[in-house]
Nanobody, 114 residues
Framework: VQLVESGGGLVQPGGSLRLSCGASGFAFSDYPLSWYFQAPGKVRERVAR???????PYADSVKGRFTISRDNSKNTMYLQMISLKPEDTAQYYC?????????WGQGTQVTVSS
């Protein structure tokens, strides 16, 4: 199982980014995937989870600003982020639980700063 995040970077407050998570090594369409974020010195927190049937509620801090989606034909999950705030600064990870084990990508850094 391999998960590879991309799309992070430095953006000004109010800006937008779209993160991608490319996956391989498992039947992508059969499994829910999640985005997590972890700010320095804080615990890793789930942003949202998405299965083939839809997504779970978003973390309160990102509701209305972030949208999780997936393209099963491309084995890719996305996180569209708008109206970014400095407090969104974090390392963002994608996650899948496959055959009882947790798999994480290496993460992509999002920094929101003027």
């Amino acid at each position: 199982v391999q998960l590879v995040e991309s799309g992070g970077g430095l953006v000004q407050p109010g800006g937008s980014l779209r993160l991608s998570c490319g996956a391989s090594g498992f039947a992508f369409s059969d499994y829910p995937l999640s985005w997590y974020f972890q700010a320095p010195g804080k615990v890793r927190e789930r942003v949202a989870r998405i299965s083939s049937r839809g997504s779970t509620p978003y973390a309160d801090s990102v509701k209305g600003r972030f949208t999780i989606s997936r393209d099963n034909s491309k084995n890719t999950m996305y996180l569209q982020m708008i109206s970014l705030k400095p407090e969104d600064t974090a390392q963002y990870y994608c996650h899948v639980r496959w055959q009882g084990n947790d798999y994480w990508g290496q993460g992509t850094q999002v920094t929101v700063s003027s």
